[in-house]
T-cell receptor, first 113, second 116 residues
């Protein structure tokens, strides 16, 4: 079945460092891909998405490109801030009606000043 | 963007009582909503798929008699934890998929349940 694998955390970075969180997927067909962010004690917020190959999703300085050839959707940010500290989830949505998202296990990011 | 609300955000109850959690899609209609459970520092575990006007579909290992789901309208689904026990303490999150335009799944802010 469909699955998402993302890098294990926790990831600890200094402020203004470059961030990469790797995400790869296995799916039949052509899924949509998402990154969600969860701040402490809160629910999940959609960070960015891409619906087809070579699409780039971007939001709040974060970017991820849908790479079909490598089945990847790595999350990047050029300069992280303390406020970016959160858990990041990579997810895919099979493009077939009302099916739930398939999540990776999440990567905890801590940014220190 | 689309918003999904949950109520209550936190609830503390005694063992043996029942707790109802509401999930509402505020600006779109959702024929299907999803209920997740999240343990500390772990990913989300899908519990069930709530279908408007019909029975919910439960994931393997989730007791349907313990976690009652009702999806009475296109904007409201409820999860009732019956005869709650301390092991039911968890963070419960609902989500709804907006199939119109954005085709994106939006999440509620979650409900922290503590059973004493």
């Amino acid at each position: 079945g469909d699955s998402v694998t993302q890098m294990e955390g926790p990831v600890t970075l200094s402020e203004e460092a470059f961030l990469t969180i790797n995400c790869t997927y296995t799916a039949t067909g052509y899924p949509s891909l998402f990154w969600y962010v969860q701040y402490p004690g809160e629910g999940l917020q959609l960070l960015l998405k891409a619906t087809k190959a070579d699409d780039k999703g971007s939001n709040k300085g974060f970017e991820a490109t849908y790479r079909k050839e490598t089945t990847s959707f790595h999350l990047e940010k050029g300069s992280v801030q303390v406020s970016d500290s959160a858990v990041y989830f990579c997810a895919l949505s099979p493009n077939s009606g009302n099916t739930p998202l398939v999540f990776g296990k999440g990567t905890r990011l801590s940014v220190i000043a | 963007g689309a918003v999904v609300s949950q109520h209550p955000s936190r609830v503390i109850c005694k063992s043996g009582t029942s707790v109802k959690i509401e999930c509402r899609s505020l600006d779109f209609q959702a024929t299907t909503m999803f209920w997740y459970r999240q343990f500390p520092k772990q990913s989300l575990m899908l519990m069930a798929t709530s279908n408007e006007g019909s029975k919910a579909t439960y994931e393997q290992g989730v007791e349907k008699d313990k976690f009652l789901i009702n999806h009475a309208s296109l904007t409201l689904s409820t999860l009732t934890v019956t005869s709650a026990h301390p092991e039911d303490s968890s963070f419960y999150i609902c989500s709804a998929r907006d199939l119109s335009g954005t085709d994106t799944q939006y999440f509620g802010p979650g409900t922290r349940l503590t059973v004493l």
